[in-house]
C-alpha cells in the first residue's frame, strides 16, 4: 500500500489476555517505530527497529511487552497480561533510510486503539 | 538525554490572527533534528518540516513559518492569519542519532482552536 496500515484498527480485550498489533510500513523504509499516545498526550516512544533489529527498546515500559520485525518489513507488537493501563492508541511509523542529511520524516499510520476492560 | 518541552497545552485563537506555538528542548548531541507534526481530529499524525542542528535559517511555507534558535533551544512554530482548518494539535519533536539508526522523541503537545 501507499501508507503505512496497521491493524486491528480497534481491539476490546479483557484484562489479562494476550494481545498483537501489526504495522506494514511503506515498502523500502527500513527504520519502524512503535509509539503509544494515550488521550491527550503526545506519543511516548516505545522502541524501533533498523532492519530487523531492535535498535532501541529502552521505551517498552516492562517485560509484558515485546516487538518483533522478522524479515525487516512488517512489524508485531505483542502485549502479555493485558492491564487497564495499556489502553491507549498504539502509533506505527516509517521513515526512508537515513542520508547525509539524516533522518528523513516519520509516516504514520492510523494507529492501533487498544481498549482493556 | 531528550526532552521535548511544548509549554502551551491549548491556544484557542479567532480566524486571521496570527499564533505562535513554543518548543523548547534539551539534548547532548551535537547533531539533531528538530520537526514538527500535526495532528488534526482525524488522528493521524502529518509531517511539516524538519530542521537539522546545523541549519538555523528560518523557514516560511505559506501562512507556516518557524524559528529555530540553538542559543535558546528553541524552535517555535508560527501560523499567519489562522484559518478553522488549522484546528488541531500540534507536536514539536528531536532526533537524535544513536547507534543503529535516529530515536525520536515528541513532546506532549499544543492544541490549536480556531474559532471562526
Known amino acids: 500500500g501507499a501508507g503505512v496500515s496497521q491493524t486491528p484498527s480497534n481491539k476490546v480485550t479483557e484484562k489479562g489476555k494476550y494481545v498483537e498489533l501489526r504495522c506494514d510500513p511503506i515498502s523500502g523504509h527500513t527504520a519502524l517505530y512503535w509509539y503509544r499516545q494515550s488521550l491527550g498526550q503526545g506519543p511516548e516512544f516505545l522502541i524501533y527497529?533498523?532492519?530487523?533489529?531492535?535498535?532501541?527498546d529502552s521505551g517498552l515500559p516492562n517485560d509484558r511487552f515485546f516487538a518483533v520485525r522478522p524479515e525487516g518489513s512488517v512489524s508485531t507488537l505483542k502485549i502479555q497480561r493485558t492491564e487497564r493501563g495499556d489502553s491507549a492508541v498504539y502509533l506505527c511509523a516509517s521513515s526512508s533510510p537515513p542520508s547525509g542529511r539524516g533522518t528523513g520524516e516519520l509516516f504514520f499510520g492510523e494507529g492501533s486503539r487498544l481498549t482493556v476492560l | 538525554a531528550q526532552k521535548v518541552t511544548q509549554a502551551q497545552t491549548e491556544i484557542s485563537v479567532v480566524e486571521k490572527e496570527d499564533v505562535t506555538l513554543d518548543c523548547v528542548y534539551e539534548t547532548r548531541d551535537t547533531t539533531y533534528y528538530l520537526f514538527w507534526y500535526k495532528q488534526p481530529p482525524s488522528g493521524e499524525l502529518v509531517f511539516l518540516i524538519r530542521r537539522n542542528s546545523f541549519d538555523e535559517q528560518n523557514e516560511i511555507s505559506g501562512r507556516y513559518s518557524w524559528n529555530f534558535q540553538k542559543s535558546t533551544s528553541s524552535f517555535n512554530f508560527t501560523i499567519t492569519a489562522s484559518q478553522v482548518v488549522d484546528s488541531a494539535v500540534y507536536f514539536c519533536a528531536l532526533s537524535e542519532a544513536k547507534t543503529g539508526g535516529f530515536k525520536t522523541i515528541f513532546g506532549a503537545g499544543t492544541r490549536l482552536f480556531v474559532k471562526a
Open positions: 527497529f533498523q532492519g530487523t533489529g531492535a535498535a532501541d
